[in-house]
């Protein structure tokens, strides 16, 4: 028997080698023996999970409840290689002191810098003027007709002082952005040290030209961005979402559109991408919508099996996890 914890990979088959190169792969089973990947907790021997102590979880993980907890007398460890664990683990776990990490963070990264990218993008006001070119083939008057366009001394509104939304900041830094943050849990030092302005809500609608939601779903901050916080806007604004749908009125949202007030960018709908056919903001020419694009995906998803490794050779070594869950995460009985 190996001297190494026995470890189960729990999510769907396909994504083992999407998480993990050949490199992380094999380090991996430097730090644990490593067993075959658990679709259905169901179909494993309770000879396997009773031996069982350390799980590693991503996405299209069955649920770790209590009745499977129980089977597993030996599990010290959870390390989740996306970000939220709620949905997976059961809180009698946290109960039995089983230790969590996710990748929260890492899966943060990407999120940043497709919003930078969208951000740049908005304030040349690329989709909009693309659309128009495509449709018309001939040439464009830029300084005619978009003469605001650019990303000199613009005001960026960010709500939510969020993992996803303190590395957009730092990304912002180089630009000449003005960056404005709205946050309740946010101190006037920590906004500071970020060398951001924090204040209310619908100030920071008021003075921003591109407002970019960066806040957890919740249920309080469900239709945080309000029709009056969009009518708060200036006109020619872009709103930019990459948090969850149900943070924004999208109704409000589409009358905005259609007033030719606002412009929009989403990656996140609601309901859940995808909408349904022949929803308009599929072709609304002041909409751009993408399918949940912005987080981890193709060779991005190679930093979350890094994280997970980095985290168990800590973790190993007795110095715990850099990125523990929060208890609060977790949404099982």
Request: proline share 8%.
């Amino acid at each position: 028997m190996s001297a190494l914890p026995h470890a189960l990979p729990a999510m769907e088959p396909r994504n083992l080698p999407l998480l993990f190169d050949e490199a992380d792969l094999a380090r991996l089973r430097t730090l644990v023996d490593l067993g075959e990947v658990v679709t259905h907790w169901a179909e494993v021997d309770d000879s396997v999970l009773a031996d069982t102590e350390i799980v590693i979880t991503g996405w299209g993980a069955a649920p770790l409840t209590r009745e499977v907890l129980d089977r597993m007398p030996r599990l010290r460890a959870v390390a989740h290689s996306g970000g939220g664990i709620g949905p997976l683990l059961s809180a009698s776990g946290w109960d039995r002191g089983v230790e969590v990490s996710t990748a929260g963070l890492a899966n943060a990264r990407p999120v940043a810098e497709f919003t930078l990218a969208m951000i740049l993008l908005a304030g040349k006001e690329v989709p909009w003027i693309a659309r128009r070119y495509r449709a018309e083939q001939a040439s464009i008057d830029r300084e005619k007709d978009y003469p605001h366009v650019g990303n000199r001394r613009r005001t960026i509104g960010l709500v939510g002082a969020s993992r996803t939304g303190r590395i957009l900041i730092d990304l912002l830094r180089p630009y000449a952005f003005e960056i404005l943050v709205s946050d309740p849990f946010l101190s006037p030092h920590e906004a500071q040290q970020l060398g951001v302005t924090a204040m209310p809500l619908p100030e920071l609608a008021a003075r921003s030209s591109i407002l970019s939601i960066h806040a957890p779903a919740t249920p309080a901050t469900e239709g945080l961005i309000s029709a009056d916080v969009l009518a708060a806007l200036p006109d020619g604004a872009t709103v930019i979402n990459t948090a969850r749908g149900a943070l924004l009125d999208q109704e409000a949202l589409i009358a905005e559109l259609d007033a030719e007030r606002l412009y929009a960018i989403l990656d996140v709908t609601d309901p859940d991408e995808p909408l349904p056919p022949g929803h308009p903001l599929y072709t609304h020419p002041r909409a751009l919508i993408t399918p949940h694009l912005a987080g981890s995906a193709g060779n991005e998803l190679q930093r979350l099996g890094e994280s997970v490794v980095d985290e168990l050779a800590r973790w190993m070594d007795g110095r715990g996890f850099a990125h523990p869950a929060a208890r609060t995460e977790s949404m099982l009985p």
